[in-house]
């Protein structure tokens, strides 16, 4: 089985690095699971208001749904 990790020469030591380094060698920031979570959370409740507003107000349940898909955006951002 091939192993995806980079191994990284920094001095003397060979660091392995899990391919949290992008090609340029600089550390990249992982997302915080916790608010990826809560945020995908919020956006999942709102879809389902909006799906059940759909019956009442189509209007309406299209602009909470275009809402949650913003929201999508920024959990994507987190």
Known sequence: ???????????????????????????????????????SFIKSGIRILGYICIPFDLTVAMGILIFSEIVGIVEELV
């Not at 899990?18 to 550390?27: A, S």
């Open 1 to 39: 089985m091939m192993d995806n990790f980079k191994m990284i020469n920094k001095g003397n030591n060979m660091t392995r690095t899990g391919g949290l380094q992008n090609d340029r060698g600089h550390e990249q920031e992982l997302p915080d699971a916790k608010w990826h979570q809560l945020v």
